[in-house]
């Protein structure tokens, strides 16, 4: 063991049993005789080069004759393996096992009578024989001039020679004897004369001919015993297995089934058949009626026809799924399409007015999705520091509402929505809440949808839509590109309405310009005709003053008759009042004045109904015939007619009469309308 040791050992304490050199190197020698083990001192020449390398793998040698002492010699064959530590190789140690011991083992391996058994080393020298004068000699197959390395290739598995000698034919076998990891191996040699072989093969094959005979024997005993068991029920399943080759699945009885032998577990597995197609084919009607949840039990979970019919059914209801979520899907297209169209025509009509712009779209809206209630808030942004959502039309259970509301920037689910310009969906909405934070309404709907106006990121205002029933995805997409078409539609409206009242301020600013032009023209004239007839106003003012005098007293007379005039028109107004209801609009429809019987009627307040024009309370179906009527008292004629109007006591049938005001051209300028029960007539 290089540099381990410093020459002595406390297990030897005698200087005499060990070995030591300058190098550190100690090695004990041992060997057994009579079991016992003996040592035996080791010259340095004896040990040879190899104990002084370092080698890093097991290694055997061939057998040789080795002396331990001087007394005993016998043939072994040394095996050695590395001391390695950490990748440190320290030392080795070496094994010299006694070959003889290994004679009886080749002795034993006796497949046949005459065989030869023997062992080659890896020098291809014979190592084992059972003649011992061959051994050590190079190895030499009879009959031939191979030697182990002509036979014995590098990493050889297993090698059969035939070979011929004396004219008898042998043969040969090789195969390697690894010899641990060492990598090296050893080679066995079997020797079997071919006449051995196949006198022990010829046995077997006589023994299997009268073993054939006896069986042929056998079955056809057995074949004229069974005959007649097997040919009915194999008849009658021949019949089954015809039908069932025809097609004629449906009519098919099953076989009975006497025994449990093969006959019978073929009747039954027929009958197993039968059950199987029945069922498939009921199955089958189930798929082409349509039917793609039909369902079909089986126990053999390996059916391969009966996993196909589940996969057909399984596809054709994907398909049938796909076709119809495409049916649908192409439905919703059409719908939103119609949709758009419908709106575009309705917002190209309506872009010059705002409130019936969207009276228009939200009752079209409330129609179009089968809700029950809407509403549209447009910004009010006149006053820069007050900026609001008004409600510009309400629209409910078919009918139009009035309803005058404004809404703050953040106020409620309408202010909200303003502010952050997303929509707002609600599907799940506790009862009377929509009182509380929705903008119209007064049931308590299934959903609510609140849809920003805007385009291009500014928004002109909001929409409101209650319903008993969910909107669906490609609604809300539907609605919110309605807002961006209300929304641009809006913007135009309020442009045209801001370019219009613009030129009427610049035609008004023109036309003031040119009267003061004309007015400062008018003052030079008439300073110089001022300047002619100072002279001639002075000789006068004494007459002027006269007259004035007279012209104050006939005033006088002129007022005191205007008085009696205005009190006995104040009186018929009063008794007017208190017989008819009472209404003046202007030329346009605009209301400018009410009496108190006329607001009972309406169940509201004056300032709720200054301002409103009248078509803005009539069904939308009655506007154009009635405009018919107005065009005439327009033009000097009295309308007059009665029907029956909703009031809060009930149905009332009214008498009204459209009557026309002139100015003092001749021209109407506003309309009377007198109104009365005709009950109280």
Aim: aromatic share 8%; glycine share 6%; net charge negative.
């Amino acid at each position: 063991e290089p540099n381990a040791f410093d020459g002595k050992d406390h297990l030897f304490i005698n200087d005499e049993n060990n070995y030591s050199n300058s190098t550190g190197r100690f090695v004990p020698n041992f060997f057994k005789r009579n079991g016992q083990v003996l040592y035996t001192p080791i010259i340095e020449e004896e040990l040879g080069d190899y104990y002084f390398q370092e080698i890093r793998k097991a290694i055997v040698y061939d057998p040789e004759y080795y002396t331990y002492g001087s007394d005993l010699s016998l043939k072994t064959f040394a095996v050695e393996y590395p001391i390695i530590l950490n990748d440190t190789y320290l030392g080795l140690v070496g094994v010299d096992i006694v070959i003889d011991r290994y004679e009886d083992l080749i002795e034993s391996v006796k497949p046949y009578p005459s065989t030869l058994t023997q062992i080659i080393g890896t020098s291809g020298d014979v190592v084992l024989h059972p003649d011992a004068t061959a051994v050590d000699h190079p190895f030499v197959l009879k009959g031939t001039d191979l030697s182990a390395a002509d036979i014995l290739k590098e990493g050889f598995d297993e090698v059969l020679i035939e070979t011929k000698i004396e004219g008898k034919r042998y043969f040969n076998a090789f195969a390697p004897v690894k010899i641990g990891d060492t990598g090296l191996f050893w080679t066995i040699c079997i020797t079997v004369p071919e006449e051995e072989v196949f006198a022990a093969a010829s046995e077997v094959a006589r023994i299997w001919a009268l073993l054939c005979v006896l069986g042929i024997a056998l079955l056809l005993i057995s074949v004229v015993a069974i005959i007649n068991t097997i040919l009915h029920p194999v008849e009658g399943a021949t019949k089954v297995l015809m039908q069932i080759a025809s097609g004629n699945i449906g009519n098919i009885k099953q076989l009975s089934v006497k025994n449990n032998d093969e006959v019978g577990k073929m009747s039954q597995a027929i009958n197993t058949i039968i059950v199987g197609l029945q069922g498939l084919l009921r199955f089958a009607k189930e798929i082409g009626r349509g039917n793609y949840f039909a369902t079909y039990q089986t126990v053999n979970t390996k059916d391969e026809l009966v996993h196909e019919m589940m996969t057909m059914r399984d596809n054709l209801l994907a398909v049938s799924e796909k076709e119809k979520q495409f049916k649908e899907e192409d439905e919703q297209r059409s719908w939103v399409n119609r949709g758009l169209a419908d709106f575009s025509e309705i917002m190209r009509s309506n872009s010059h007015d705002l409130m019936t712009l969207s009276y228009q779209v939200i009752s079209k809206l409330v129609k179009y999705l089968n809700a029950n209630q809407g509403g549209m808030f447009v910004v009010n942004d006149e006053d820069p520091d007050h900026i609001f959502l008004e409600l510009t039309a309400c629209y409910a259970y078919e009918r139009r509402k009035y309803q005058k509301k404004t809404i703050e920037i953040g106020e409620g689910l309408v202010g909200t929505c303003y502010q952050e310009g997303e929509t707002i969906y609600m599907n799940d909405i506790p009862e009377d809440y929509i009182h509380i934070t929705s903008g119209i309404g007064e049931a308590t709907p299934r959903a609510i949808i609140i849809v920003p106006m805007k385009v291009d990121n500014v928004i002109y205002g909001v929409m409101e839509i209650a319903t008993f029933k969910d909107i669906l995805p490609y609604q809300i997409d539907f609605l919110e590109k309605i807002g961006t078409n209300t929304a641009s539609t809006i913007s135009n409206v309020k442009i045209n309405l801001q370019t219009k009242y613009l030129l009427e301020q610049s035609q008004m600013q023109a036309q003031k310009l040119s009267e003061q032009e004309e007015e400062m023209r008018q003052n030079m004239e008439e300073m110089q005709v001022t300047q002619e007839e100072m002279s001639r106003q002075n000789q006068e003012s004494e007459r002027a003053r006269q007259s004035l005098s007279d012209t104050l007293h006939e005033m006088e007379k002129v007022q005191k008759s205007l008085e009696d005039e205005k009190n006995e028109v104040q009186s018929l107004m009063q008794a007017v009042d208190n017989v008819f209801m009472r209404i003046t609009y202007d030329a346009d429809m605009t209301l400018l004045d009410i009496n108190e019987q006329c607001l009972a009627f309406h169940g509201m307040k004056r300032e709720d109904m200054i301002g409103i024009k009248l078509t803005q309370k009539m069904n939308p179906a009655d506007i154009p015939a009635f405009e018919e009527n107005w065009a005439k008292v327009l033009k000097g004629e009295i309308f007059k007619g009665d029907g029956v109007r909703k009031t809060s006591s009930g149905d009332k049938h009214v008498w009204y009469m459209y009557t026309p005001i002139k100015d003092a051209s001749g021209k109407v300028n506003k309309v009377l309308m007198l109104g009365r029960f005709l009950e109280d007539m």
